[in-house]
Nanobody, 120 residues
Framework: QVRLVESGGGLVQPGGSLRLSCAAS????????ISWYRQAPGKQRELVAR???????NYADFVKGRFTISRDNAKNTVYLQMNSLKPEDTAVYSC??????????????WGQGTQVTVSS
């Protein structure tokens, strides 16, 4: 079973930066793609960024040029660096681990989420 723990959320002013962390329970990145999602009140959850087992990255259009996803294999941690934050980035950010490429019957694993609030 994969366990994920997010951290790094908080209150930041517009234009500010935060770095979120998603710590995994073990050495999983060679078999699991990691994605960051967010969900704002009253809205559907949406994909923010993804990093594959081969370290390819992709981003939602609304964060391109502002957010960067990366990982530290030695620390079993994926990061989401968020710059130039806007009030509309306010949401609960969660990471998930998707191992279905190697384990077709594997469920998606989710962390508990971390709140990001962008406000002056």
């Amino acid at each position: 079973q994969v366990r994920l723990v997010e951290s790094g959320g908080g209150l930041v002013q517009p234009g500010g930066s935060l770095r979120l962390s998603c710590a995994a329970s073990g050495d999983i990145f060679s078999r699991y793609a990691i994605s960051w999602y967010r969900q704002a009140p009253g809205k559907q959850r949406e994909l923010v960024a993804r990093i594959t087992t081969g370290a390819w990255t992709n981003y939602a259009d609304f964060v391109k040029g502002r957010f960067t996803i990366s990982r530290d294999n030695a620390k079993n941690t994926v990061y989401l660096q968020m710059n130039s934050l806007k009030p509309e980035d306010t949401a609960v950010y969660s990471c998930n681990a998707d191992g279905r490429l190697y384990y077709p019957s594997s469920p998606l694993y989710w962390g508990q989420g971390t709140q990001v609030t962008v406000s002056s």
